[in-house]
């Protein structure tokens, strides 16, 4: 069993910073792939970011690309989403996820994550 818990979430104006983190619990962090999704209202949830195992791939979806960064530090069980330039748009509620199957790539699929956290709400102001 592996337990997440989001932070760092909350109201910020458009062309502001904010820094996620996830926190993981158990000794295995190091072999998991980690990922950040977000749901806004009525919408589904969406692949935001996502690094392998040892941090040596990433992966971002086309709209945060450039302003979105995905960190990892395998000794702390933490990974990080430093999001810059936010805008309205980016509105909703963050989850951290993890894919305990170790693969050689940066999972942008929800189905292939298999933990999930509590969400953290990040709201952005116009």
């Known amino acids: 069993q592996v337990q997440l818990v989001e932070s760092g979430g909350g109201l910020v104006q458009a062309g502001g910073s904010l820094r996620l983190s996830c926190a993981a619990s158990?000794?295995?962090?190091?072999?998991?792939?980690m990922g950040w999704f977000r749901q806004a209202p009525g919408k589904e949830r969406e692949f935001v970011a996502a690094i392998t195992k040892s941090g040596a791939r990433t992966s971002y979806a086309d709209r945060v690309k450039g302003r979105f960064i995905i960190s990892r530090d395998n000794a702390k069980n933490t990974v990080w989403l430093q999001m810059n330039s936010l805008n309205p748009e980016d509105t909703a509620v963050y989850y951290c996820?993890?894919?305990?199957?170790?693969?050689?790539?940066?999972?942008?699929?929800?189905?292939?994550?298999?933990?999930w956290g509590q969400g953290t709400q990040v709201t952005v102001s116009s």
């Open positions: 158990g000794r295995s962090f190091s072999n998991y792939g």
């Open positions: 996820a993890a894919d305990i199957y170790a693969r050689d790539y940066a999972s942008t699929r929800t189905v292939e994550y298999d933990y």
